[in-house]
């Protein structure tokens, strides 16, 4: 029996790369798992993938965060005991150079999102005396990260409104804690050594390599990896970890 068996998830940004491998991490502990992403045709693909050794029925929601309106009802009506709060970064770029309508934009994703699926999951958690919600960040909210001037806004803003409901809820049996992936090999890795490449003239491989400099393993994380760490938050003995950023880096990130 798993020990997530009889727990319901739902995975924000399911269909691909760390929130596909988190939902695989779920699943194989035992949770019914819902997959939430823009595009059917990988969404349908990824809960193929799922494993449903424990008897399970997996699903998937065809959504923007941007556009969440049309399937909260569905949401508040189906009992999530886990939300896994992920969604794509911003594009790449000094924070000057950014204009209103993208900080605004960027807010609304990660921020008004996640507060919407909060809204509509949370009151079925405090019902039920028990719940976890587990917020796929950055480690720029430790520190920033150059030439990502909007994504560390917002990251941070993510962190703080984690931390805020981290202590909120609590008392209900519900943690909230934030996973902060270092360099993964993700299609958002892709598009930043594509965006740096671009804006200096150098190869991603010399981009690649200097991004490497920087991580005492040596290595990019997998997305298993995160995921791990993401399931470790969902378990019931992580009951007594709440409001926490809990960096995979690889050690890169200096700060405590």
Same mark, same amino acid.
């Given at each position: ?24 991490a779920l699943a194989a502990l035992g949770a019914e798992v819902t997959l939430l992403a ?64 993208? #900080?605004?934009?960027?807010? /609304?994703?990660?921020? &008004? ?5 909060? !809204? +509509?999951?949370?009151? @079925? ?18 520190e920033p990260i150059t030439m990502l001037g909007v994504s560390n806004t917002i990251r ?23 996973? #902060?992936?270092?360099?993964? /090999?993700?299609?958002? &890795? ?5 965006? !740096? +490449?671009?804006?200096? @003239? ?20 997998d997305a298993e990896e995160v995921a791990h760490a993401v399931a470790f938050l969902c ?22």
């Open positions: 029996m798993g020990i997530l068996q009889g727990r319901k998830a739902l995975v924000c940004g399911g269909s691909e790369g760390i929130g596909l491998a988190s939902a695989q823009r595009r059917e045709a990988p969404l349908q693909a990824a809960l193929g993938r799922l494993s449903a050794a424990h008897g399970q029925q997996h699903g998937m929601l065809v959504a923007d965060v941007l556009a969440l309106e049309g399937v909260l009802p569905i949401i508040s009506g189906t009992g999530f005991d886990i939300l896994i709060n992920n969604s794509a970064g911003p594009a790449g770029g000094a924070l000057l150079g950014a204009n209103d309508d993208q #900080l605004l934009d960027v807010f /609304r994703q990660h921020v &008004l999102g996640n507060q919407q699926l909060v !809204r +509509a999951i949370v009151p @079925g958690m405090q019902s039920r005396q028990w719940g976890r919600i587990v917020n796929i960040i950055s480690t720029s909210v430790k941070g803003a993510v962190a703080s409104w984690a931390k805020t409901l981290a202590g909120e809820l609590a008392a209900d049996g519900i943690t909230v804690n934030n996973v #902060l992936p270092g360099y993964t /090999r993700t299609q958002r &890795l892709e598009q930043i050594l594509k965006e !740096r +490449a671009a804006a200096t @003239g150098k190869s991603e491989e010399n981009i690649a390599a200097a991004m490497l400099a920087t991580v005492p393993v040596a290595r990019f994380a378990q019931p003995q992580s009951g007594y970890i709440n409001g926490i950023n809990l960096p995979v880096d690889g050690g890169r990130t200096k700060s405590l």
